[in-house]
């Protein structure tokens, strides 16, 4: 069955996730790290995506972007990704793939899932139990909308400057809103839309969206099926 192209479309947030190759570490230290956000802000700016949020764990990396020009997302997370196994290899003396395939992606429903999608990824390295509080891991945007730090690769979304009318009453905000979690139904909805790539939304947004792209953005067909087809009988 022939794999169906990625839902990108210029202007809506998209979740992320690109993983290691038989679940083995993409980051072998902090040096690694941060050639990864080195390479993220670089091409990120140059291809034109706004980096919302991110999180690099030890095998995988979640990121949440909005791609501002077409064929912005896979140009930039293609040479991300080249540049960074090319450097990953030479500094640590191997060879060939790091990744597991392609990167998958989700479109998501900005009022309803934007942040909550910022919450999720904040909220990795806490699922993981690598740490207590979100704010316990550096490798994260979440430091930036709480205030701790300024990273330049980071782009807020319109979503959080609402959150409040001064620096300080939006960061506290954003960090109730990431302390309250998400709800495990969140949870398998956010990864499971990415790792199949379909879109998520409610069905006004899927119905919109689908009528801006030929590509599917759910799965199965929309509609009833064929009125030539006869009934499925079921066993009792």
Same mark, same amino acid.
């Given at each position: ?14 979740? +992320? ?14 040096? #690694? ?8 802000? =670089? ?6 995506? #706004? !980096? ?32 960074? !196994? ?13 990744? =597991? ?9 900005? #009022? ?18 690598? +740490? ?45 809103? +990431? ?9 398998? =909805? ?47």
């Amino acid at each position: 069955m022939a794999r169906l192209p990625r839902l990108t479309v210029t202007d809506y947030p998209h979740h +992320v996730i690109l993983r290691g190759n038989n679940r083995q570490d993409i980051f072998a230290g902090d040096a #690694d790290m941060r050639r990864m956000l080195r390479l993220l802000e =670089e091409h990120s700016l140059a291809q034109g995506v #706004d !980096v919302h949020a991110y999180v690099l764990m030890s095998n995988h990396m979640h990121l949440l972007v909005t791609p501002r020009r077409e064929r912005a997302l896979p140009l930039m997370m293609q040479a991300v990704g080249r540049s960074y !196994v090319r450097a990953f290899n030479l500094t640590h003396g191997r060879s060939g793939t790091l990744w =597991e395939g392609r990167y998958r992606s989700a479109l998501i429903q900005t #009022d309803r899932y934007l942040l909550t999608c910022m919450a999720y990824i904040d909220l990795n390295p806490v699922r993981a139990r690598m +740490v207590d509080l979100p704010e316990d891991y550096h490798w994260s945007s979440h430091g930036h909308y709480t205030g701790r730090e300024q990273q330049r690769l980071i782009t807020p979304h319109s979503l959080y400057w609402n959150l409040g009318n001064t620096p300080f009453a939006r960061e506290a905000t954003y960090r109730e809103l +990431v302390m309250a979690g998400i709800s495990e139904q969140e949870q398998r =909805e956010l990864t499971g839309a990415t790792l199949s790539g379909w879109a998520l939304g409610d069905a006004v947004f899927l119905d919109g969206l689908e009528a801006q792209t030929p590509r599917r953005a759910r799965p199965g067909r929309a509609g009833r099926p064929p009125s030539n087809l006869s009934p499925i009988k079921l066993k009792s």
